[in-house]
Protein backbone atom coordinates (compact mmCIF):
# COMPACT_ATOMS: atom_id res chain seq x y z
CA UNK A 1 0.00 0.00 0.00
CA UNK A 2 1.53 3.51 -1.49
CA UNK A 3 1.46 5.93 1.77
CA UNK A 4 0.60 9.58 1.09
CA UNK A 5 1.79 11.50 3.61
CA UNK A 6 -0.87 14.67 4.08
CA UNK A 7 2.44 17.46 3.53
CA UNK A 8 2.84 15.68 0.42
CA UNK A 9 -0.36 17.80 -0.70
CA UNK A 10 0.77 20.92 -3.03
CA UNK A 11 -1.61 23.08 -1.08
CA UNK A 12 -0.79 22.19 2.33
CA UNK A 13 2.08 23.27 1.59
CA UNK A 14 1.51 26.82 0.40
CA UNK A 15 -1.07 27.21 3.48
CA UNK A 16 -0.60 24.78 6.27
CA UNK A 17 3.00 24.72 6.32
CA UNK A 18 3.43 28.83 5.90
CA UNK A 19 4.05 30.50 9.05
CA UNK A 20 1.84 33.51 9.68
CA UNK A 21 4.30 35.83 10.97
CA UNK A 22 7.65 36.76 9.09
CA UNK A 23 10.66 36.41 11.20
CA UNK A 24 12.95 38.85 10.61
CA UNK A 25 16.56 39.12 11.96
CA UNK A 26 16.93 40.64 15.29
CA UNK A 27 18.91 43.95 14.23
CA UNK A 28 18.34 45.65 17.71
CA UNK A 29 20.86 44.71 19.25
CA UNK A 30 23.99 47.54 19.13
CA UNK A 31 26.62 44.07 19.00
CA UNK A 32 24.96 43.47 15.42
CA UNK A 33 26.26 45.74 12.76
CA UNK A 34 27.47 43.50 10.58
CA UNK A 35 23.63 42.12 10.02
CA UNK A 36 22.11 45.34 9.44
CA UNK A 37 21.30 46.98 6.14
CA UNK A 38 19.30 49.71 5.40
CA UNK A 39 19.42 51.86 2.03
CA UNK A 40 17.25 55.63 1.73
CA UNK A 41 17.25 57.93 -1.00
CA UNK A 42 16.73 61.79 -0.73
CA UNK A 43 16.43 64.27 -3.48
CA UNK A 44 18.01 68.17 -2.51
CA UNK A 45 18.20 71.23 -5.00
CA UNK A 46 21.90 71.71 -5.98
CA UNK A 47 22.11 74.81 -3.37
CA UNK A 48 24.11 75.59 -0.41
CA UNK A 49 20.51 74.70 1.18
CA UNK A 50 20.42 71.57 -0.67
CA UNK A 51 24.21 70.69 1.04
CA UNK A 52 22.92 71.70 4.42
CA UNK A 53 19.66 69.32 4.03
CA UNK A 54 21.88 66.54 2.82
CA UNK A 55 24.25 66.53 5.45
CA UNK A 56 21.55 66.82 8.46
CA UNK A 57 19.91 63.83 7.31
CA UNK A 58 23.59 61.70 6.35
CA UNK A 59 24.81 63.11 9.89
CA UNK A 60 21.11 61.77 11.71
CA UNK A 61 20.91 58.72 9.20
CA UNK A 62 24.46 57.20 10.43
CA UNK A 63 23.75 58.19 13.82
CA UNK A 64 20.63 56.38 13.98
CA UNK A 65 22.48 53.19 12.63
CA UNK A 66 25.18 53.72 15.42
CA UNK A 67 27.78 54.00 13.01
CA UNK A 68 31.22 54.44 14.48
CA UNK A 69 31.83 58.13 15.23
CA UNK A 70 35.47 57.56 12.79
CA UNK A 71 33.13 56.57 10.47
CA UNK A 72 30.64 58.79 10.30
CA UNK A 73 33.20 61.92 10.30
CA UNK A 74 35.61 60.43 7.94
CA UNK A 75 31.99 60.11 5.49
CA UNK A 76 30.31 63.21 6.30
CA UNK A 77 33.40 65.40 6.11
CA UNK A 78 34.12 63.46 2.39
CA UNK A 79 29.84 64.16 1.85
CA UNK A 80 30.38 67.94 1.90
CA UNK A 81 33.28 67.89 -0.03
CA UNK A 82 31.77 65.87 -3.34
CA UNK A 83 28.71 67.83 -2.47
CA UNK A 84 29.97 71.33 -2.19
CA UNK A 85 32.34 70.34 -5.46
CA UNK A 86 28.90 69.35 -7.49
CA UNK A 87 27.13 73.05 -6.34
CA UNK A 88 30.57 75.10 -7.24
CA UNK A 89 30.79 73.85 -10.40
CA UNK A 90 28.72 71.08 -11.53
CA UNK A 91 25.50 72.44 -11.58
CA UNK A 92 24.62 76.26 -13.73
CA UNK A 93 22.13 78.39 -12.36
CA UNK A 94 21.34 76.37 -9.15
CA UNK A 95 18.06 75.08 -11.03
CA UNK A 96 19.62 71.27 -10.77
CA UNK A 97 19.26 68.49 -7.67
CA UNK A 98 21.34 66.27 -6.57
CA UNK A 99 20.35 62.68 -5.34
CA UNK A 100 21.76 61.11 -2.57
CA UNK A 101 21.23 57.07 -1.68
CA UNK A 102 23.11 55.87 1.82
CA UNK A 103 23.31 52.61 2.00
CA UNK A 104 24.95 49.97 4.76
CA UNK A 105 25.54 46.69 4.45
CA UNK A 106 28.16 44.41 5.83
CA UNK A 107 29.86 46.63 7.55
CA UNK A 108 30.26 49.00 4.70
CA UNK A 109 28.57 52.20 4.24
CA UNK A 110 28.00 53.60 0.58
CA UNK A 111 27.09 57.06 -0.14
CA UNK A 112 25.99 57.88 -4.02
CA UNK A 113 25.38 61.33 -5.54
CA UNK A 114 23.89 61.77 -8.94
CA UNK A 115 22.92 64.96 -10.36
CA UNK A 116 22.47 66.18 -13.82
CA UNK A 117 24.85 68.79 -14.88
CA UNK A 118 27.12 68.50 -17.38
CA UNK A 119 29.66 66.05 -17.43
CA UNK A 120 32.30 66.62 -14.72
CA UNK A 121 34.85 64.14 -13.13
CA UNK A 122 36.36 65.51 -9.55
CA UNK A 123 38.69 62.87 -9.33
CA UNK A 124 40.14 64.16 -12.71
CA UNK A 125 41.00 67.78 -10.21
CA UNK A 126 45.24 68.12 -9.82
CA UNK A 127 46.16 67.30 -6.25
CA UNK A 128 47.57 70.13 -4.55
CA UNK A 129 50.78 70.60 -3.53
CA UNK A 130 50.45 70.23 0.24
CA UNK A 131 54.14 70.61 1.24
CA UNK A 132 54.22 74.34 -0.20
CA UNK A 133 55.13 77.47 2.15
CA UNK A 134 52.01 79.06 3.24
CA UNK A 135 52.78 82.18 0.66
CA UNK A 136 51.91 80.05 -2.24
CA UNK A 137 49.27 77.96 -0.54
CA UNK A 138 46.34 78.20 -2.35
CA UNK A 139 42.77 76.06 -1.08
CA UNK A 140 41.65 74.82 -4.57
CA UNK A 141 41.75 70.92 -4.99
CA UNK A 142 42.04 70.46 -1.08
CA UNK A 143 38.49 68.62 -1.31
CA UNK A 144 38.86 66.35 -3.13
CA UNK A 145 42.63 65.17 -2.20
CA UNK A 146 40.93 64.79 1.36
CA UNK A 147 37.82 62.72 -0.33
CA UNK A 148 41.08 60.33 -1.73
CA UNK A 149 42.19 59.51 1.49
CA UNK A 150 39.57 59.66 3.95
CA UNK A 151 37.02 57.40 1.64
CA UNK A 152 37.68 53.67 1.45
CA UNK A 153 36.49 53.57 -1.91
CA UNK A 154 35.25 56.29 -4.63
CA UNK A 155 34.60 55.99 -8.49
CA UNK A 156 32.59 58.45 -10.91
CA UNK A 157 30.52 57.05 -13.85
CA UNK A 158 28.85 59.41 -16.21
CA UNK A 159 25.43 57.40 -17.15
CA UNK A 160 22.47 58.89 -18.77
CA UNK A 161 23.65 62.28 -19.08
CA UNK A 162 24.51 61.84 -15.20
CA UNK A 163 27.33 62.73 -13.06
CA UNK A 164 27.20 59.49 -10.31
CA UNK A 165 30.43 59.63 -7.57
CA UNK A 166 30.19 56.17 -4.87
CA UNK A 167 31.99 56.66 -2.09
CA UNK A 168 32.46 53.07 0.23
CA UNK A 169 33.64 53.21 3.83
CA UNK A 170 34.03 50.45 5.99
CA UNK A 171 32.23 50.74 8.72
CA UNK A 172 35.41 48.74 10.77
CA UNK A 173 38.46 48.78 9.95
CA UNK A 174 39.61 50.98 12.69
CA UNK A 175 41.90 53.78 12.47
CA UNK A 176 43.91 54.19 9.22
CA UNK A 177 47.19 55.16 8.60
CA UNK A 178 48.44 58.02 6.84
CA UNK B 1 28.43 75.56 14.58
CA UNK B 2 28.76 78.15 17.46
CA UNK B 3 31.13 80.17 17.67
CA UNK B 4 32.48 81.12 21.20
CA UNK B 5 34.54 84.60 22.27
CA UNK B 6 36.74 84.42 25.71
CA UNK B 7 39.61 86.69 26.74
CA UNK B 8 42.01 84.85 28.81
CA UNK B 9 45.19 86.82 29.78
CA UNK B 10 44.77 89.10 26.76
CA UNK B 11 44.25 86.35 24.64
CA UNK B 12 41.45 86.35 22.70
CA UNK B 13 40.05 82.27 22.54
CA UNK B 14 37.72 81.70 19.71
CA UNK B 15 36.03 78.26 20.80
CA UNK B 16 34.63 76.58 18.12
CA UNK B 17 32.11 73.55 17.88
CA UNK B 18 29.50 71.12 15.64
CA UNK B 19 30.92 70.88 12.20
CA UNK B 20 33.36 73.40 9.99
CA UNK B 21 32.30 72.64 6.50
CA UNK B 22 30.94 74.42 3.40
CA UNK B 23 27.60 75.01 5.08
CA UNK B 24 28.83 77.00 8.18
CA UNK B 25 32.44 78.14 6.96
CA UNK B 26 30.72 81.59 5.76
CA UNK B 27 29.44 81.97 9.20
CA UNK B 28 33.62 81.64 10.12
CA UNK B 29 34.49 83.81 7.98
CA UNK B 30 32.18 86.68 8.37
CA UNK B 31 32.93 86.37 12.23
CA UNK B 32 36.74 86.25 11.46
CA UNK B 33 36.30 89.02 9.52
CA UNK B 34 34.42 91.80 12.20
CA UNK B 35 37.33 90.66 14.23
CA UNK B 36 38.81 93.84 15.32
CA UNK B 37 42.37 94.15 14.18
CA UNK B 38 43.94 95.26 17.85
CA UNK B 39 42.14 92.20 19.50
CA UNK B 40 43.54 89.72 16.90
CA UNK B 41 47.63 90.44 18.14
CA UNK B 42 47.18 86.88 20.12
CA UNK B 43 44.20 84.53 19.27
CA UNK B 44 43.48 80.93 19.90
CA UNK B 45 41.19 79.22 18.24
CA UNK B 46 39.73 75.70 20.07
CA UNK B 47 38.41 72.87 18.66
CA UNK B 48 37.41 70.72 21.01
CA UNK B 49 33.62 70.70 19.95
CA UNK B 50 34.46 70.63 16.51
CA UNK B 51 33.00 67.24 15.04
CA UNK B 52 34.67 67.64 11.86
CA UNK B 53 36.34 69.83 9.54
CA UNK B 54 35.99 70.02 5.49
CA UNK B 55 38.11 71.92 3.33
CA UNK B 56 35.70 74.62 3.34
CA UNK B 57 36.73 75.11 7.06
CA UNK B 58 40.77 74.52 6.48
CA UNK B 59 40.45 77.45 3.47
CA UNK B 60 39.41 79.85 6.65
CA UNK B 61 42.37 78.65 8.57
CA UNK B 62 44.64 79.59 5.87
CA UNK B 63 43.52 83.04 5.49
CA UNK B 64 44.01 83.44 9.83
CA UNK B 65 47.17 81.49 8.87
CA UNK B 66 47.95 84.62 6.07
CA UNK B 67 46.90 87.27 8.05
CA UNK B 68 48.76 86.53 11.97
CA UNK B 69 51.99 86.07 9.28
CA UNK B 70 51.13 89.89 7.76
CA UNK B 71 50.04 91.48 10.84
CA UNK B 72 53.12 90.00 12.57
CA UNK B 73 50.48 88.42 15.16
CA UNK B 74 50.39 84.85 17.36
CA UNK B 75 48.19 82.04 16.47
CA UNK B 76 47.67 78.83 17.81
CA UNK B 77 45.37 76.52 17.26
CA UNK B 78 43.98 73.54 20.28
CA UNK B 79 42.13 70.40 21.44
CA UNK B 80 42.28 68.97 17.69
CA UNK B 81 40.24 65.98 17.86
CA UNK B 82 41.58 63.14 15.77
CA UNK B 83 39.49 62.98 12.45
CA UNK B 84 40.30 67.05 12.43
CA UNK B 85 44.37 66.38 13.34
CA UNK B 86 44.02 64.06 10.18
CA UNK B 87 42.56 66.31 7.65
CA UNK B 88 44.87 69.01 8.85
CA UNK B 89 47.60 66.40 8.41
CA UNK B 90 46.33 65.25 4.83
CA UNK B 91 46.20 68.92 3.98
CA UNK B 92 49.68 69.63 4.92
CA UNK B 93 48.29 72.19 7.20
CA UNK B 94 50.24 71.03 10.96
CA UNK B 95 53.44 73.02 10.03
CA UNK B 96 51.66 76.19 8.98
CA UNK B 97 50.25 76.32 12.75
CA UNK B 98 51.34 76.32 16.52
CA UNK B 99 49.12 73.46 17.14
CA UNK B 100 49.01 72.94 21.33
CA UNK B 101 46.63 70.09 23.09
CA UNK B 102 45.05 72.26 26.01
CA UNK B 103 43.69 75.99 25.85
CA UNK B 104 46.22 76.67 28.58
CA UNK B 105 49.37 75.70 26.44
CA UNK B 106 47.51 77.37 23.18
CA UNK B 107 47.15 80.40 25.22
CA UNK B 108 51.00 80.11 27.10
CA UNK B 109 52.28 80.12 23.17
CA UNK B 110 50.56 83.16 22.32
CA UNK B 111 51.91 85.44 25.08
CA UNK B 112 54.92 84.06 24.66
CA UNK B 113 55.30 85.58 21.67
Known amino acids: MIRRPFAAHPRAFTTASRPLVTERPDTSSPGQ ?116 ALADEVQYERDANRNRVTMRFEANRGTRDI | MEIKEDRRDGVLVIALAGRVDSTTAPTLEAHLGRLEKDSTRRLVVDFSGVEYISSAGLRIMLILAKRAREQQSALALCALGENVRQVFELAGFLPLFIVKGSQSAAVAAVTGV
Do not use: C
Open chain 1, 33 to 148: KEGMSARDTLTVPATMAGVRQAADTASAWTDRLGLPVEVRRRALTTLDEVLSNIVRHGVRGGAGVIQMTLAYEAGVLEIELTDDADSFNPLLVPAPDVGAPIEDRVPGGLGIALVR
